[in-house]
């Protein structure tokens, strides 16, 4: 929340009953390598189970939804089509929905603010990285895209999204006064979300975006990089 609570404690205090912790791409404490398996475990705080959602299964089980009566959602999104929370909000949202469990999700603001860019999606080419056609940044915040999602993809579920109050899609992140929680170990700052929209396509390349390095998805380059020839083509382009 604004203050830096997380949401197991807020809920806690609040006398909401959790049976059940999820988690997306990267873990449910945002620690993972991207892309790498996450493990299902348990809390340490509070005992509760956490089922990972990139694992062995992209979508709750049955087994994984017994006992729920609501289904929530609160993921900071990256603000570009290539994140994975958004596809993992679809999975949940089909699997709750065909259980009858309503969802809700507890909306945040777009970290890179409402500008669009980029070439939208070829739905032939949907995938995880992928999911809905939109814009390579789209402008939009998740819990606009999973009202998009119900719309697009016909998902039966009952959704209810509350709306990240006060924002507007001329802030960037650094303008709501929030703490500013990375979605991932390789999105580390708000420097790093504006770039990611363009600089993850060099990920289809033999260039690096400098993952691991101190400044990943702030650079592009490699060891045989003839710069003053790129530099030269950039600005002549």
């Not at 089980?61 to 596809?87: E, F, H, K, N, S």
């Not at 592009?220 to 990089?225: F, K, N, R």
Request: charged letters at 20%.
């Amino acid at each position: 929340d604004s203050r830096g609570t997380g949401d197991v404690e807020r809920l806690r205090e609040a006398g909401i009953d959790l049976v059940a912790l999820f988690s997306p791409e990267p873990g449910f404490r945002g620690t993972a390598d991207p892309g790498a398996v996450v493990m299902s475990t348990s809390d340490s705080a509070t005992g509760l189970p956490i089922s990972s959602l990139y694992g062995q299964s992209s979508a709750p089980t049955d087994d994984m939804l017994c006992g729920l009566d609501v289904m929530l959602i609160d993921l900071q999104d990256a603000g570009a089509r290539y994140y994975t929370y958004l596809a993992t909000t679809v999975s949940v949202m089909k699997a709750s929905g065909a259980h009858g469990i309503p969802v809700v999700v507890l909306d945040r603001p777009d970290p890179v603010g409402g500008a669009v860019q980029g070439n939208v999606l070829d739905t032939a080419y949907t995938s995880a990285v992928g999911r809905l056609a939109v814009p390579m940044r789209h402008g939009m915040t998740l819990g606009e895209l999973a009202r998009l999602a119900v719309s697009d993809l016909g998902i039966k579920v009952r959704l209810t999204v509350v709306p990240a109050a006060g924002w507007r899609r001329s802030m960037a992140f650094d303008e709501t006064g929030l703490p500013f929680v990375r979605p991932s170990p390789n999105l580390p700052t708000l420097e790093s979300l504006f770039h990611y929209p363009g600089l993850c396509l060099f990920e289809g390349t033999n260039l690096s975006v400098g993952r691991g390095s101190d400044a990943p998805f702030e650079q592009v380059g490699a060891p045989w990089l003839d710069t003053t020839t790129v530099l030269a083509h950039l600005r002549a382009a």
